[in-house]
């Protein structure tokens, strides 16, 4: 079986409700469906969601990208995952977007080739997985009703956007545990907005307010504040934004700079190395959270799958697929709240709309 054509096909996805984060606030996600063609009539179809402000990279980078990268990858077998990317790393040292778009086509290919859906074909058996569903930035108000409503629909888990003034910051988190109760997990997600200190303070409080995570609290290349914070924190310290590669996920395991590293597919360039990061933490001891950027179906459930089939990664948070105006990419799963259970067809298992 060889790869005989690829093609990109830009979509536009809605937020139900704006997404404002430290940084940014997001009312919509362009991406970039990616469909690998096979000699044996075989197709696999990946998603590249770039988000400038973490992967560097934008749609624009990612079809130029792409179409050097098809050049050079027809002729190529799609189920050689491991000389796939050694091809599209000679070329291209960064541009995770588009790798990870081509590498979950190939192994959409591969799965079905084995007629397996992909978790069994990554090595897993149990279809069953929950998710947290994340909240936006706003008044500890509005914030209080909106996770009211999320465990109303029947999710256990919610994640947080946090970054701002941690006295504001910690006032959300009281107004949220006590709209929502004790029996729900509460994570939280900084997006590099505070200072060390600022995370060491605000970390004692959201103790007490029953926080179970803290996500990336310092700008991505302070490794040292991570480290500090960890020492000092009495919550679980997790890496987003500073973990986007192998060597990252090595040097956070050396420093013991994290309890948790959030793994994610557009900013490692896919499965293949997604699992690569897993195993080195798992090595040290450190536990993987799965997460996303705001992606459709189809790449959340190319996460679900590696989550379900890999015991390392332990928290998901996979939820873009609950908060996104999504039509044209469907299918795969089933869920009440944030429990899902994925479909056993061959490969992903969802439909691209038109295809």
């Known amino acids: 079986m060889v790869i005989t054509d690829i093609t990109f096909e830009v979509k536009k996805f ?72 050694r091809i599209m790393d000679s070329m291209y040292a960064g541009n995770t977007a588009v790798k990870a778009g081509i590498d979950i086509a190939c192994y959409d290919i591969s799965s079905k080739s084995a007629g397996l859906p992909l978790y069994k074909f990554l090595g ?36 947080v956007k946090l970054g701002e003034d941690i006295r504001t910051d910690a006032a959300r988190i009281r107004a949220i545990r006590e709209a929502v109760g004790e ?7 900084a997006n590099q907005g505070w200072t060390v200190r600022d995370a060491i303070t605000i970390s004692r409080e959201l103790d007490k307010l029953g926080v ?28 987003d934004e500073s973990c986007h590669s192998i060597y990252d996920a090595s040097w956070l ?40 950027m705001g992606e459709s179906t189809l790449a959340n459930l190319a996460g679900m799958h590696l989550a379900a089939a890999t015991d390392n990664i332990r928290d998901i948070d996979l939820d873009s697929v609950y908060i996104l105006k999504q039509e044209d990419v469907y299918g795969g799963y089933d869920h009440e709240g944030g429990n899902v259970t994925l479909w056993d067809d061959p490969g992903i298992g969802c439909t691209v709309k038109g295809d």
């Not at 179970?212 to 890496?239: C, K, W, Y």
């Open 14 to 85: 809605r937020f139900e409700e704006p997404m404002k984060i430290a940084f940014a606030t997001i009312t919509d996600m362009e991406t970039c469906i990616i469909k690998v063609m096979t000699d044996e009539g075989i197709t696999g179809f990946g998603e590249a969601a770039p988000f400038p402000y973490v992967t560097g990279d934008n749609l624009e980078t990612v079809i130029s990208v792409g179409r050097d990268l098809r050049e050079a990858l027809i002729g190529t077998d799609p189920r050689s995952i491991g000389t796939v990317h």
């Open 124 to 159: 897993g058996s149990d279809p069953h997985l929950t998710s947290d569903v994340t909240i936006g930035i706003d008044t500890p108000e509005r914030m209080a009703e909106t996770a009211l409503s999320w465990v109303r629909k029947g999710f256990g888990i919610i994640k």
């Open 183 to 189: 029996d729900v997990a509460i994570r939280i997600d």
């Open 212 to 239: 179970d995570l803290i996500e990336q609290p310092v700008p991505g290349h302070d490794f040292d504040g991570l480290a500090e914070i960890r020492r000092s924190s009495p919550v679980r310290v997790a890496a």
């Open 253 to 292: 395991a050396r420093m013991r700079a994290v309890d948790v590293v959030n793994i994610k597919l557009m900013k490692c360039g896919g499965i293949y190395n997604a699992i690569k990061i897993s195993a080195i933490c798992e090595a040290a001891g450190i536990p993987c959270m799965i997460g996303c």
